[in-house]
Nanobody
Framework: QVQLVESGGGLVQAGGSLRLSCAASGRTFSSYTMGWFRQAPGKERDFVAALSWSGRNTLYADSVKGRFTISRDNAKNTVYLQMNSLKPEDTAVYYC????????????????????WGQGTQVTVSS
């Protein structure tokens, strides 16, 4: 059974950095677009970033553009989210997810298009 496991969350001061990792089991990881989403307390889960299976195409939410970078290492079955210049409003539980379509280069923001989710990792940014 394919699973996604996030790590790397924690407490950081505003302006600091964190790198989240999402390790996937299964041999077909490299064939799927991967995404990161986040859910702040009392709010809905929102799109953060997505990366195509090839690694050539990326998409970011406006709120993180220029500060966050999504990347992947298919040899390690891992997708990363490098978060720089963190702000208190970035505080949330961060989830990685796998797009339901195989070998698609179209990047999607709608969480309903992702069929496999990790358990989430907490990121807290203090002011």
């Amino acid at each position: 059974q394919v699973q996604l496991v996030e790590s790397g969350g924690g407490l950081v001061q505003a302006g600091g950095s964190l790198r989240l990792s999402c390790a996937a089991s299964g041999r077909t990881f490299s064939s799927y677009t991967m995404g990161w989403f986040r859910q702040a307390p009392g709010k809905e889960r929102d799109f953060v970033a997505a990366l195509s299976w090839s690694g050539r195409n990326t998409l970011y939410a406006d709120s993180v553009k220029g500060r966050f970078t999504i990347s992947r290492d298919n040899a390690k079955n891992t997708v990363y989210l490098q978060m720089n210049s963190l702000k208190p409003e970035d505080t949330a539980v961060y989830y990685c997810a796998r797009d339901r379509r195989l070998s698609s280069s179209n990047l999607r923001l709608d969480q309903r298009e992702y069929d496999l989710w990790g358990q989430g990792t907490q990121v807290t940014v203090s002011s």
